[in-house]
C-alpha cells in the first residue's frame, strides 16, 4: 500500500509562488507515474500535470502551462509542483496521485493540500 502525503499549501497574494510536495512511503513507487490534480469550491477535480517515472515526460493542463512545473526526486520519493504566477482561479484543494506510467489512471491519492490565493 502506498501512502501519499501532500504539504507546502497555504495562502498566497495573487502573482506570488508556492511549491507543493507530496511525499510517498509504504512502497518504492517504481515505474509509477506522478500527478498534481485540483478541486475548486463547488468544481469538478482538474487535471493539472504529470511526471513520468524517469521524470523525462511532462504534461500540463493548458492554463498551467509556463506557470508550473512539475518535478520529482526519486531518491526521496517525492514529487513537487511549483506554482508561479498564481492567480485566484488556481484556488482549490490539491491533490497528488500514484499511477502505473504505462497508464494514465492513478492507483493511489492523497489526502490533498489547501491553496489559496488572494487579491
Known amino acids: 500500500q502506498v501512502q501519499l502525503v501532500e504539504s507546502g499549501g497555504g495562502l498566497v497574494q495573487a502573482g506570488g509562488s508556492l511549491r507543493l510536495s507530496c511525499a510517498a512511503s509504504g512502497r518504492t513507487l517504481s515505474n509509477y507515474a506522478m500527478g498534481w490534480f485540483r478541486q475548486a469550491p463547488g468544481k469538478e477535480r482538474e487535471f493539472v500535470a504529470r511526471?513520468?517515472?524517469?521524470?523525462?515526460?511532462?504534461y500540463y493542463a493548458d492554463s498551467m502551462k509556463g506557470r508550473f512545473t512539475i518535478s520529482r526526486d526519486n531518491a526521496k520519493n517525492t514529487v513537487y509542483l511549483q506554482m508561479n504566477s498564481l492567480k485566484l482561479e488556481d484556488t482549490g484543494v490539491y491533490y497528488c496521485a500514484a499511477g502505473l506510467d504505462s497508464a494514465f489512471s492513478y492507483e493511489y491519492w492523497g489526502q490533498g493540500t489547501q491553496v489559496t490565493v488572494s487579491s
Open positions: 511526471i513520468s517515472w524517469s521524470g523525462g515526460n511532462t
